[in-house]
């Protein structure tokens, strides 16, 4: 077996080992007091990296609630740390939170990540030159996304977050941008 190959199945049985937990938890979170599974928006999302250009389509869980390993390969690598190139695996519950603010605001426009996992080199170098980021921050986790949506203002997005009353949603006005992440509620 060469490195490539072992490094893509050690990854596929990450993923599988990181989705069956992450699918518990995304569970608990939308059900049954807040969301059922079938009153989850079609696992569709469109993303752009705004720091690579990459684009990327992808249905990450079909109608029936199951996740897809290879579609969830492809977000992890689009939401890779732009600095250092490393990939981790995302929460499927950021995706999730994603997915309903975005359905929430009546469209599939396409995302654009500003800020996705962070490797902790680079998120200590955005602490130490002031950038406003916190020491322990989500992304370090692959559970926080920072994003825009072209044609919404991000104070809509904020609201329509702050609505469905899930995880982190933050608001950063001089950079217009929204943070979102599978945290618990809370908002800034």
Known sequence: MNRESDW?????????????????GAVQAFSPARVQASQLPEGQLTFLNVWTDERLTVTYRNEAGEYDLEALDDVNHIFRCHATGEVS???VQVLEHVNLVQK???????????????????????????????????HMQGQAIDLQIPGIHPKVIRQA?????FGGVGYY??????????GPFRSW
Do not use: C, Q
């Open 8 to 24: 893509s199945w050690t990854r596929r049985a990450l993923l599988r080992t990181a989705v069956a937990g992450l699918m518990v």
């Open 89 to 91: 695996v995302i929460d």
């Open 104 to 138: 929430k605001l009546g469209g599939d426009r396409e995302i654009h990540v500003i800020s996705g996992y962070r490797s902790p080199e680079y998120n200590a170098k955005l602490v130490r030159t002031g950038r406003r980021a916190a020491r322990n921050s989500l």
């Open 161 to 165: 977050a702050l609505e469905l009353g």
């Open 173 to 182: 006005p001089r950079s217009k941008f929204v943070h979102l992440d599978s």
